[in-house]
């Protein structure tokens, strides 16, 4: 089945592949050029319009929970093409992007100019730190837009074991992901005639996320400090999943 609804109480929920998930990104990193790099990580490949909405209601909506005033290092996980990163960057002392697919990497390094400032590297969101980053300060600010439902249950505790390990002491987590209504939801192998693509995701409930936070960064002394849906009603049009925006706080 391509579609698995399943609750938070099941010991054996579905899993997607690592290597399906893969060969997803490497075939948007290929359209990028064909559908340009917003459609390109929003997915709305025939409907440009409704890509650019979403793209400037969440700049809106999660910009000024990030509390940006020039000082903070910034981390984007799943920078993607670089979408935020224009927005970000002048608002910052230092920013760095990352992301598991080299060809998504490839084409944000394109499209601007590496310094001091400005980093692009190419890793896993459950498995980097400062180290590896070649990083000596930790970050201020953390963006997640999006990167969950490609993980695997203990992925996504180790996900948030790295943004725990490389935030600095009062730091700030800003989390966008789309969630499961009341239950979770696996897509497996999916068609998606709108992307003409497979497609493999896992919508968990945000009680579920929430438990794997309280296992991960609550013990490294974050709290939740504000959530809100992303996108108002227009710009949601699923049933199943609604756009949620979690940001915690380690004060």
Not at 70 to 77: H, S
Not at 121 to 131: K, P
């Amino acid at each position: 089945m391509p579609r698995i609804f399943s609750s938070s109480e099941e010991c054996l929920n579905p899993r997607v592949e690592r290597a399906s998930v893969a060969r997803f990104f490497l075939e948007r990193a290929r359209k990028v050029e064909t559908v340009g790099p917003i459609r390109a990580v929003i997915y709305q490949d025939k409907h440009p319009s409704l890509a650019e909405e979403r793209d400037i209601a969440e700049k809106k909506r999660l910009l000024p929970l990030l509390k940006l005033n020039g000082m903070q290092r910034v981390l984007d996980i799943g920078c993607g093409t670089g979408r935020w990163t224009g927005s970000i960057i002048e608002h910052c002392r230092a920013y760095h992007g990352i992301d598991f697919s080299p060809e998504l990497i490839e084409h944000a390094r394109s499209s601007y100019s590496t310094s001091d400032k400005l980093r692009f590297s190419v890793t896993s969101a459950e498995n980097y730190s400062l180290e590896s980053l070649k990083e000596q300060l930790p970050f201020d600010r953390i963006l997640c837009c999006g990167v969950m439902i490609y993980l695997n249950d203990e992925d996504v505790e180790s996900a948030f074991r790295c943004m725990a390990s490389v935030a600095a002491p009062r730091a700030r987590i800003v989390l966008r992901e789309p969630v499961g209504m009341g239950r979770r939801l696996t897509i497996k192998e999916h068609f998606s005639e709108e992307l003409e693509q497979s497609y493999n995701a896992i919508y968990r409930t945000q009680k579920e996320l929430e438990g794997y936070m309280s296992n991960t960064l609550y013990t490294d002394g974050f709290t939740l400090a504000t959530q809100c849906d992303v996108y108002e009603a227009p710009l949601n049009n699923r049933a199943e999943t609604i756009q949620r925006a979690l940001v915690l706080e380690r004060a």
